[in-house]
T-cell receptor, first 114, second 109 residues
Framework: NAGVTQTPKFRVLKTGQSMTLLCAQD?????MYWYRQDPGMGLRLIHY???????AKGEVPDGYNVSRLKKQNFLLGLESAAPSQTSVYFC?????????????FGQGTRLTVV | GDSVTQMEGPVTLSEEACLTI???????????LFWYVQYPGEGLQLLLK?????DKGSNKGFEATYRKETTSFHLEKGSVQVSDSAVYFC????????FGAGTRLTVKP
């Protein structure tokens, strides 16, 4: 009964370092999303995927890259971390792009860039 | 573009008090509307949703009605409990999902 699982849960990076956040879902969902959550700003969409092998940009894609090589996994990469990327990152999945389909969220990754 | 505006709070209530968290939206199409709840240290969980005008979503004593004429989806509960303390997010989905800034609710015994 895992749902959406994110790893790691916490990470501290130095400016300029790189890292990859992993999201895995076991619900056979086609759609997967990466959001960042910042105080007073709610959740903002970074990138999303409508199926295996596809990715697309969201509201705030700069500084991030993503890959969806397998249907169940969606990776978010930071090539050269900046303090402005300090945030809580959430992965979500959905069975459909239809407006009635809700999103299921992971527990989040708290990233601090110093 | 599509957007959601919600009461930012924080909101502090005593147990058994009435709750209203305001949410209004702007959308070009006919979105579905959602309330999500985030408990401390956890991800967002769907609380309730409504998919067309005049629909009422309800769950765990919470209710919200999709009001197209006022473009609103206010969250209400008649008697809050300490366990309701969390951050509440209003969201809409037309082409993609957009979230409000979140409202932190603290309920004191």
């Amino acid at each position: 009964n895992a749902g959406v699982t994110q790893t790691p849960k916490f990470r501290v990076l130095k400016t300029g370092q790189s890292m990859t956040l992993l999201c895995a879902q076991d619900m056979n969902h086609e759609y997967m999303y990466w959001y960042r959550q910042d105080p007073g700003m709610g959740l903002r969409l970074i990138h999303y995927s409508v199926g295996e092998g596809t990715t697309a940009k969201g509201e705030v894609p700069d500084g991030y890259n993503v890959s969806r090589l397998k249907k169940q996994n969606f990776l978010l990469g930071l090539e050269s971390a900046a303090p402005s990327q300090t945030s809580v990152y959430f992965c979500a999945s959905s069975y459909s792009k239809a407006r009635v389909a809700e999103a299921f969220f992971g527990q989040g990754t708290r990233l601090t860039v110093v | 573009g599509d957007s959601v505006t919600q009461m930012e709070g924080p909101v502090t209530l005593s147990e058994e008090a009435c709750l209203t968290i305001n949410c209004t939206y702007t959308a070009t199409g006919y979105p579905s509307l959602f309330w999500y709840v985030q408990y401390p240290g956890e991800g967002l969980q769907l609380l309730l949703k409504a998919t067309k005008a005049d629909d009422k979503g309800s769950n765990k004593g919470f209710e919200a009605t999709y009001r197209k004429e006022t473009t609103s989806f206010h969250l209400e509960k008649g008697s809050v409990q300490v366990s309701d303390s969390a951050v509440y997010f209003c969201a809409l989905k037309a082409n993609d999902m957009r979230f409000g800034a979140g409202t932190r609710l603290t309920v004191k015994p």
